[in-house]
């Protein structure tokens, strides 16, 4: 692939290529388009560009949904077909495309054709980009979350907030971010959004934190400058700036306001949610430990958690086990794992 | 702007961009709610939320309907007959107001003559005399779907090359996620 970047003169890059494609999200008349048309390329355009109705006028190429990538490649594909791009280049020179009289045709209000082809929904693993295909994940979860609340939320915040209370599937206890993390993206099962997801809701609330605490640190300033003129004018008596003073220092009140409430909320949000992943992580393990931990520890012990627990234990514990029913002595949960 | 023209009161006012006090409105841009309708499409909540407060796009989509639905306009020029049927849908304006003017191309500049320098501009960027050559020719890449035709090359079979022209400010991220689609565990 080649970014060429911004030409003064893009006509050998039209001389070079054998097909021009424009999967455009919305175009009112590309004229990229029609330069490549009248340069007898074949061209592959979104039915939200204004070249869709000349290409199909023509028959100069193919139309497609904007975002869908499977249909674009198939078209892509077809506006070559079996032809060699030597061949294409003879045929080009056969054919010099009559677009005025192509949009006459599309003026009398012929309906485009085959705009509906491209329709096809790409299924996700056909859909390239990984995050799109998190979203949708995300958001089939969040339906079965509202179907269950019984409310629809919006934003990534709650979206991710609502997720933790969704019960999981039978059978499954609990499932850690890091367990949905090793799972494969398509299985279902997870109600939780992927780490990925719940990071990216972190920063984005640690941001708006830090974005409220700038503001807030704006807004003390400027009512400290505010001073000068409020003394100023109760010195001079200038009615020019009373009039406008009041709503100044409102105005500087209002801005700070909501530049606390979010650096407020962002910070409480944040905090909460690290701590709050950390303790699921905890209980999480506790409930996983096997039975024979548990007849050697106290249940009301906290283990200092080791990395090898989950692995290691059971073999680990048998031995100590054989050892305390022997000695009779009192465990030291401590060093247990 | 309206002002000036209230006070000089020309005989006609045609404008490009979206002013409500003009006679001929040339859509050149289309209909920017419909625009947004597409960015909001496949965009995050953030950036759907973002597009939504934007001051710019709420003047814009105010200024669009203020002007289409007001009582000065006398005509509309479209440029696609995709925007002449938005503008109709979308704003109610009559079929007689609306009026439907394609854009023209210098077809002798732009004719499959510069087929001619094909070899050399192939061998300048490096590109195999057999390889299949997509173009893309546009600025600002989110709009014209650069992203989904990323995706799209890795459907294509090889020997195939993709060439885009144009500015983008985030030039960056598009050759890596260009870099990202051409590798092969991607």
């Excluded at chain 1, 594909?77 to 030597?86: D, E, K, Q």
């Excluded at chain 1, 993206?185 to 605490?213: E, K, N, Y």
């Excluded at chain 1, 958690?305 to 009779?328: E, F, V």
Aim: net charge positive; hydrophobic share 40%.
């Amino acid at each position: 692939m080649t970014f060429a970047g911004p030409q003064k003169d893009p006509k050998p890059y039209y001389g070079a290529a054998d097909a021009f494609v424009l999967p455009t999200l919305y175009d009112p008349l590309p004229n990229a388009a029609m330069e490549a048309m009248a340069c007898g390329m074949p061209i592959v355009t979104s039915s939200k560009s204004g070249a869709a109705e000349l290409v199909q006028g023509a028959d100069a190429g193919f139309v497609c949904a904007s975002r869908d990538v499977a249909t674009l490649a198939a078209h892509m594909r077809g506006a070559l077909g079996r032809r060699t791009p030597r061949a294409v280049g003879r045929q080009c020179a056969e054919r010099r495309v009559a677009f005025h009289a192509a949009g006459d045709d599309a003026a009398t209000g012929a309906p485009v054709q085959g705009v509906a082809r491209g329709q096809r929904r790409a299924p996700p693993w056909e859909q390239g980009a990984h995050r799109h295909a998190t979203r949708r994940r995300n958001e089939r979860h969040d339906n079965g979350a509202s179907a269950r609340t019984g409310r629809r939320c919006r934003s990534p915040l709650t979206r991710c907030y609502n997720l933790r209370f969704v019960f999981p599937p039978p059978r499954r206890a609990f499932i850690s971010p890091r367990e949905t993390a090793d799972r494969p993206a398509h299985d279902g099962l997870s109600p939780l959004p992927t780490p990925a997801a719940l990071r990216q809701a972190l920063l984005v609330a640690f941001a708006l934190a830090v974005v409220g605490m700038v503001v807030v640190a704006a807004g003390d300033l400027i009512m400290a400058m505010l001073v000068i003129p409020i003394v100023q004018t109760f010195q001079t008596n200038d009615p020019a700036r009373a009039q406008w003073l009041p709503f100044a220092v409102i105005g500087v009140f209002l801005f700070r306001g909501i530049g606390s409430f979010v650096s407020e909320y962002g910070m409480a949000y944040t905090g909460h949610r690290v701590v709050f992943d950390l303790r699921r992580e905890l209980t999480d393990k506790l409930l996983k430990l096997p039975t024979p931990y548990y007849d050697v520890t106290p249940s009301g012990v906290v283990h200092r958690s080791s990395r090898s627990t989950r692995t290691s234990l059971p073999k680990r514990h048998r031995a100590r086990l054989r050892r305390q029913s022997g000695a009779r002595s009192r465990s030291r949960p401590a060093s247990a794992g | 702007m309206c002002h000036k023209i209230a006070r000089t009161k020309p005989d006609l006012v045609q404008s490009h961009e979206r002013l409500t006090c003009c006679d001929i409105f040339r859509a050149g841009d289309g209909v920017h709610a419909v625009w947004l309708e597409e960015r909001r499409k496949e965009a995050s909540a953030l950036r759907r939320f973002a597009l939504a407060v934007s001051p710019y796009h709420r003047y814009v989509t105010r200024m669009e309907r203020r002007l289409l639905q007001g009582p000065s306009l006398a005509a509309v020029v479209c440029n696609s007959a995709m925007v002449r049927d938005e503008i109709k849908s979308r704003f109610g304006v009559p079929d007689a107001k609306l009026h439907l003017i394609y854009n023209a191309v210098d077809s002798d500049v732009f004719s499959p003559a510069l087929r001619a320098d094909r070899a050399a501009t192939r061998a300048r960027l490096g590109i195999a005399d057999d390889a299949i050559v997509f173009l893309l020719v546009g600025s600002g890449y989110e709009r014209k779907g650069v992203a989904t035709l990323l995706d799209a090359m890795r459907g294509v079979p090889s020997p195939a090359h993709l060439i885009v022209v144009g500015r983008e400010s985030r030039m960056n991220a598009y050759v890596q996620r260009a870099a990202r689609a051409a590798s092969p565990t991607a």
